[in-house]
């Protein structure tokens, strides 16, 4: 087993596969069915409800200088109804997130946004499917995620229409004027209906305290038409923010405050509470400043219409903002309760019941139930009020606790699997016979030991395919836990066939270079200094032969470790820095002695000018693009015989490299390539081989170095923001093979070094193959335990991209080194007399 390379490539990228199949796996409690809200003689206190989002409008400004850039709104809330901010939980992935959050009472998770990203959004409930009635002046895509909602006919645009592209404040005035033709046509029919919701969209960027003046003169003439419309005194109102942007930037913090101003038919006046309180005047008079969750205000909008939340609701009911009676409230909040303990018990009966689990079982969500409807029984309304409401939060960290439940046991099993995995790699790396005796002794002692492995893998494996099945588990999450069962059960085979594996000891060096390479994710100097040693301990003979190429080889290898504790250069702009780089990559052969055939230069030269052109002047970018990915196509399709087939690629690579980079990094990468070069032929002319063993510890150390040395993973999402200035330009279409070219031409041309000067490590492809995925699986392991599906999109995104892009390495290796030895390697060279080459 594991003979061919397809297995050894199947094998490690099925533990990437269980990895994403981890982190992608959705967690909600799966369907639900709403709660009955029990028919009192009371009627809901509000008939309809309208909510007003103004994109981008902080609480700072809404507040600033006592509330006087909005002087129609304070008039108001001075005499009635609810001011205050509202913090949003999680970090906001998407720019729909904060809208689901706020009607449908539950916060998208990255892993949620990430699978609407590989398909379909499905649609979420929200309250908009509890409501009987339900219009909304909103865009497209916010229609597409809460499909219950009515567009009314007068609204004849698309995403605020057809050529309302100008000022933010036009696209408000637009929508007022839709709303308002609305109401004056045939709104009068709902004028005695119920559970009717209208949302309205006001978008725009952070309004200034001047141009609030106009945002809540706006609000205030909506609200003027509504009253006129339905003048029962029935309606409430909601003017809040969209909760803040997407974040992407690690120093993101969680203080994005949106104000909200909540009046109207249902909506309490509180004029003093302990806590938080706001300058509502000129005079310094203070009102109460009210904090809540934006599921809160989704418990709270329900209640106010006397529907039942949202299915996925995690919202709870703040208590004393409704104006109604107490056993109103009190009802509404042991309907919110119910919703959440609905949720709590869902998530229970998906986990196992026979293992630890949170503390809250069965038998309390029962007994709540029970002396809930004890105290509606007896009319103990203050009392259900209070334990409900005090009972909420308990819910809630039920929740959460089975929220990640799964997901830690099934990174643990991937981990053993990974284990079982290094050491099925280590008994492929084979060394030379044994004695016979010292074999005849290691195979009595393995076969016993053996037996009995094998024997407690199977039981181990009947045992837990038993525990699952008995306890329902998922079927995804079932064939995440058999995982280290396959693995393991092949690496047992393995043994069975008495592999002569390498001794510990010569796997010192091999496990000190991937814990150096593993360093270099955490900081970058940990590696500058490996490769500074690495590099110096393989031509330490050239110390003892000094020379005019040792010193410049020298030169080079202090000079690449001390640009690592420069600034990245990745991801950051910098023309000047640029232009050199190009003169470098055109003067980089002739400086190094190299005599290229007139094609060679008439394909480089007209390509780098192009990009001089296009940084000092750029009157034509799309030439350019077009330009670089033809010459991108001319290097990869392009295949010629030639005495110089290294050289020429190399220097083909170099110019093509230079195409990706916005400043120095081409410096520095045909730097770092240079040294190599050096310090091979000084090996050469030593006539010093390279075994399989040195080969991949030179294409591991110089790989990572070349990323590590001029940025990091995060630096790439610097790198993605100015991509339009490299001279591949942006498209939403290639904008990720620029980033992976970005990523693997260096490693192409530290191979392409290798392969031009030691043409016999072709025959080693296996060994090599088999060290890198034992290096790079060992690193893998440690770098998934740091994965994360919270924190900024540039944190998820960076560790994610660091584990997969460590896992697959070796099969980008392959990929590439086959590529090159077509370039470089050919056969019909090898066969050549070495004078001639």
Known sequence: MLDSTRSLVLFQLMLLFAVVLIYLRSTTPGSLEPQEVEHLKEPPPADRLVVLVRDGLSAQTFLANRCTNVPLLREHFLHQGLVGISRPETITYHSISPYISL???FNEDAASVARGWLGKPASIDSIFDRCKRSFAWTTTELISRFPK??????LSFETYGEGITKSCSEMEDFVCRSVQRFLGGGSRLLLNSTGVIFFIHMTGVEPSCESLQRIQENVWRLYKSFENTFPDQKTAYLFTSNLGDPQTKSEYTLAVESPFFLWGS?????????GRSFAANETGFRLPLHVLNPPHLTALMSALLGVPPPVYSRGMLPKGMLNASLRYEANAMLTNAKQLLAQARRLRELHPKRMPAFWLNFQMMDNFLKESLALQKQRRFRALLDYSCNYMPVLIKGMDYFKDYYRHVSVMAVSFAGIAWIYCLRCHLTV????????????????????YARGFHRLLTVVLVIIMMLERIPLVVQAILLVPSLYWRTTLKILGEKPKMVCRKSLISTTLLAL????????????AVGYLGFASYKNREAFKRRGLQFYLWLLLLLGLTVVSALPESLGCSQPGALMFSIFLTLLGPLACGVYLNPLTWLSNIPVLLAALE???????????????????????????RNLQA???FFFNLSTLYTLTCTSYESVVIQMLAMELQLALRMKLKRNESIGPKTAAHYILVYSWYSLFVIGSFPAFDDFLDILHETCFGYSPLTYGLVMVLKLILPWLLVLSILAGNYKNLASNEREIFVRLLLMNSAMSLVLLHGITNVGPWREILSRFAEFAVVQVFPLVWLLLWRFTQLKVGSKWMSQLPNELL
Not at 266 to 274: A, E, F, R
Not at 432 to 451: D, F
């Open 103 to 105: 009607f449908s009472g």
């Open 432 to 451: 030379g016979k044994k004695s016979r005796n010292q074999m005849e002794i290691q195979e009595v002692i393995s076969s016993k030991r053996l037996v």
């Open 516 to 527: 150096i390479c593993l360093g270099g994710f955490f900081r970058r100097y940990i590696l």
């Open 149 to 154: 909602i009515e567009r009314p006919r007068e």
């Open 266 to 274: 249902g909506v309490n006046h509180i004029k003093s509470m302990p």
């Open 614 to 640: 296009y940084i000092l002047i750029g009157w034509h970018p799309w030439v350019m693009y077009l330009v670089s990915w033809i010459y991108l196509g001319f290097c990869a399709l392009w295949q010629r």
């Open 646 to 648: 290294s050289e020429v």
